[in-house]
T-cell receptor, first 116, second 112 residues
């Protein structure tokens, strides 16, 4: 089946540092990947849509200079949280859409970010 | 305003019973609706997709219905087991552009 991995699974960093999260589709090509954020007991909130080879599209209220997204290949997208602050602490989840199956998104296991 | 709501934050049932979860939406006309399962600290796992022209879809002990007139989807788990305990999310693509909007989820707890 379609498998999406994320790395790291959890990260603790100091305030002001940058953190990079990788999202990989392991057995399929993903022309589109999505980045979500989820706070405790809340649903997933879409942050941005990442298309291979082009700039990401950010949802309203998401700072593109703070959350840098790169989708350099059909199997890899990265999210960099720049100058992280404690309020950026959250669960970040990526998903990928199989190029041959446009409707279903396959989610990664998530990355828990804690900014001290 | 456009929104998607699931019936309750938590649902507790006895093992062996049927769990029924509700997803209601307003001001959308989605081509399809999806259901996902999410365990604590994990990403969602895709379960079922139902299209606007389908009334019902089944997969093993799971059944989903989709009523575009009522703007509602029902998700059933028959012969529920403690292993079915998780949060279940409904999601739809309101603008037919591939971006999913999620409900807030219903936390199901199946007691032995």
């Amino acid at each position: 089946g379609a498998v999406v991995s994320q790395h790291p699974s959890r990260v603790i960093c100091k305030s002001g540092t940058s953190v990079k999260i990788e999202c990989r589709s392991l057995d399929f090509q993903a022309t589109t990947m999505f980045w979500y954020r989820q706070f405790p007991k809340q649903s997933l909130m879409l942050m941005a849509t990442s298309n291979e080879g082009s700039k990401a599209t950010y949802e309203q209220g998401v700072e593109k200079d703070k959350f840098l997204i790169n989708h350099a290949s059909l199997t890899l997208s990265t999210l960099t949280v720049t100058s992280a602050h404690p309020e950026d602490s959250s669960f970040y989840i990526c998903s990928a859409r199989d190029r041959g199956q446009q409707e279903t998104q396959y989610f990664g296991p998530g990355t828990r970010l804690l900014v001290l | 305003s456009q929104k998607i709501e699931q019936n309750s934050e938590a649902l507790n049932i006895q093992e062996g019973k049927t769990a029924t979860l509700t997803c209601n939406y307003t001001n959308y006309s989605p081509a399809y609706l999806q259901w996902y399962r999410q365990d604590p600290g994990r990403g969602p796992v895709f379960l079922l997709l139902i299209r606007e022209n389908e009334k019902e879809k089944r997969k093993e002990r799971l059944k989903v219905t989709f009523d575009t007139t009522l703007k509602q989807s029902l998700f059933h788990i028959t012969a529920s087991q403690p292993a079915d305990s998780a949060t279940y999310l409904c999601a739809l693509d309101p603008f037919w552009g591939g971006k999913l909007i999620f409900g807030q989820g219903t936390e199901l707890s199946v007691k032995p």
